[in-house]
């Protein structure tokens, strides 16, 4: 049974992990800048209204800066892909903005947008852009050559050609990148909060640390990891509704 | 009448701002129905010159006719069939819908006359299998799939470059046959890449023996065994013969010898 073990046993891991935090807590042998598991949600389940109400903001955006860099990243490959003379120049400028470091050119956003929704959905849909991107345009060159061959044998159109072969083979390759970048919007929207905003997790979290209110700081944390998974699983879900042959699923990874 | 006419086709290569020739200037010629087998070392231009006659590859010299139009004609109006040696079918698709898909790609325009794809299952003996994925099929069962994808449109030509090179030696025994037997009902004209003496032998009414660097025909044996063909032929005379001229041609005189060179 691999599969079971595989969810199993880092599962165990984990709940282990939890378990030593809290006894070593209780014990007394951690600093105070650890908190007790069960503090941390007992305090999460008093403060749920306040929470619901920094993390709405920060879901908003990750949402929706994840679904505009998917669509932005659908529509660079597909360019790329049909006007490939395009791709060195597309690629060399995608690898310096991504090896930006994200909280560098964050304040250039803020003085050119403001602390405005738009400048944190920017943030995180560059954050997630390039990995959708690279992923996508690696599947839909990564039909066999015999399978070109093929469709040049039986006199396909560009366009048939890109909708039956193409399409089909890139689709594994989508989920790859969106696994990556699911994680990343949420990083992108904490950012984003980071430099400056009213509402929102990271918002929650900066002030915590700065009041040195341990509950409500490691609570922060404990719900960016949660969003963050539920993220990751939420595009594991959809990848194995929409790819039915289980040989195809995970390509690359 | 030539259904498939080659004439001073050959295929050149730059390499480092090297011409290479990877294929003298060839001749061969087909009538229809007939079944033609090419067979040579690695590196002899043989599926090199499959892929020209199919119009993947453009000939850097040298004419092409197959029924009486250029290739470019032939593979837009779909009168060319091709089975690779990887079975290339989509993994996504269950194998009726692999082998629909060249209706699919044609559109409305799709010709009448041709089988329809349940019978092509049936044909190549894969009833039953029809909402199989390929990814649940033997090795060999795809490649039946493929044919039967290549027979769909009815094309006037088909080519198999070395089909069943994948296969083990009984699997590919039985698919020797049964593409007979199919090819029997079809009467289309074919062209076999293989590495195969005996399936080259087995298959074909005329083989072409190929030489390399640079490839070239060497040797054309007309095989007089008589169709249809069953396994029990291979132990005739003809056979014998037929066996006997290809590997003289393939080897010349250092037969027996450890020389590739």
Known sequence: ?253 | MEQLTVRGVCKRFEIDGRSVEVLSPTDLTLKAGEFGALIGPSGCGKSTLLRMIADILPPSDGTILIGGHEPARARREHEIGFVFQDPTLLPWRSVLDNVRLPLELVGNSARLSGSTPQELIDLVGLSGFEHARPGQLSGGMQQRAAIARALILSPQLLLLDEPFGALDEITRYRMNMELLRIRAETRTTSLMVTHSIQEAVFMADRIFVLAARPGRIVDVVEVEVERPRKLSVMNSPEFAAAVDRVRTSLFGDALGMLDDA
Not at chain 1, 27 to 36: D, N
Not at chain 1, 88 to 99: E, F, L, Y
Not at chain 1, 189 to 211: C, D, K, S
Request: charged fraction near 10%.
């Open chain 1, 1 to 253: 049974m691999p599969d079971v073990r595989r969810v199993v046993l880092p599962a165990s891991v984990f709940a282990l992990a939890i378990l030593a935090f809290e006894l070593a807590a209780r014990a007394g042998l951690t600093p105070v800048t650890i908190a007790a598991p069960s503090a941390v949600l007992a305090g999460m389940a008093s403060h749920g209204g306040l929470l619901w109400y920094h993390l709405e903001p920060t879901l908003l955006v990750a949402v929706t800066g994840f679904l505009l860099a998917i669509l932005l990243a659908l529509a660079l490959a597909a360019l790329v892909y049909v006007v490939k003379p395009l791709e060195t120049t597309v690629m060399t400028i995608g690898t310096v903005i991504d090896s930006i470091p994200m909280i560098a050119i964050a304040p250039v956003l803020v003085i050119w947008m403001g602390l405005s929704l738009p400048m944190r959905l920017t943030i995180t849909t560059i954050i997630c852009l390039f990995p959708i991107f690279i992923s996508v345009l690696q599947g839909l060159k990564s039909p066999p050559s015999t399978a070109n061959e093929l469709f040049t044998n039986l006199a396909a159109s560009p366009l048939q050609r890109f909708r039956l072969l193409a399409i089909p083979y890139a689709l594994p390759y989508l989920f790859v990148g969106l696994k990556i970048a699911a994680p990343l919007a949420i990083l992108g929207a904490l950012i984003a909060e980071w430099t400056g905003a009213e509402r929102g997790l990271g918002v929650y979290m900066l002030n915590a640390m700065f009041g040195l209110r341990v509950i409500e700081l490691w609570s922060g944390v404990f719900l960016a990891c949660a969003v963050s998974a539920s993220a990751y699983m939420l595009v594991c879900l959809f990848e194995l509704l929409s790819i039915t042959d289980s040989g195809r699923r995970g390509v690359g990874s």
